[in-house]
C-alpha cells in the first residue's frame, strides 16, 4: 500500500530562521511527488512535481529536493507569510489516485 | 480567471435529508475529483472522473454518489447523510489527473451533519 508520511506535524520558526519539512513515501513505482500550500479556509495551493531522484526545483524561498525515499521542502529566512500547512502527495504508476500525507503546520513569527 | 468554484462554502443538515455540493470548474479540465479532508488523516480520495460520464471511487466512496454530466460541472451527492461524513470537502481538477499539470482545488464545502 502507498503511504506518505510528513514530519513534524507542526514546526514553529523564528523569521529568518531556516528550516526543512521532511516528506517519506513508500510507493509501487514513483510517477511523481508534489508539494502543496494550504492556507486555513482555503484549499491546497500547488507548487512543485518532482518526478526523480536527484531532482531539485525552486521558487522564492522554497526548495523541494527527491530521493528515492523521501523529499525535503527546504524554508530559507523565512517569512510570517509562509505560515501554512504544507501537504506532499504521490502518484504511483498505474491507475492509482494521489495519495496525500496528512501535513506539516509551519508558523513563522516575526 | 482560471477557478474551481464549490458551493455551497458552510453546511449544516440533519441525517438522512438528502443533499448536493455543486463543483464547477472554467478551464476545461478532463479530470475532476472529490476529496474530503479531516483532521489527523488527511486528504482522501471519494470520488474522481476522467471525463464526462465517466467517473470511478476513490479510497473513500461509500455514502456518496457523483454524476458527470458535463466537463466543467462534477457535483457530489450525499443520499442520506450520516454525522461521520461531517467533514471539510474539496474539489479539484487538472488537465491529466494532476501529474503533469497541477490540480486546483476549490476553497472547501464545510459539512456537518448533526
Known sequence: EDQVTQSPEALRLQEGESSSLNCSYTVSGLRGLFWYRQDPGKGPEFLFTLYSAGEEKEKERLKATLTKKESFLHITAPKPEDSATYLCAVQAKGNTPLVFGKGTRLSVIA | ?114
Open chain 2, 1 to 114: 480567471e482560471a477557478q474551481v468554484t464549490q458551493n455551497p462554502r458552510y453546511l449544516i443538515t440533519v441525517t438522512g435529508k438528502k443533499l448536493t455540493v455543486t463543483c464547477s470548474q472554467n478551464m476545461n479540465h478532463e479530470y475532476m475529483s472529490w476529496y474530503r479532508q479531516d483532521p489527523g488523516l488527511g486528504l482522501r480520495q471519494i470520488y474522481y472522473s476522467m471525463n464526462v460520464e465517466v467517473t470511478d471511487k476513490g479510497d473513500v466512496p461509500e455514502g456518496y454518489k457523483v454524476s458527470r454530466k458535463e466537463k466543467r460541472n462534477f457535483p457530489l451527492i450525499l443520499e442520506s447523510p450520516s454525522p461521520n461524513q461531517t467533514s471539510l470537502y474539496f474539489c479539484a481538477s487538472s488537465s491529466d489527473r494532476g501529474l503533469n499539470s497541477p490540480l486546483h482545488f476549490g476553497n472547501g464545502t464545510r459539512l456537518t451533519v448533526t
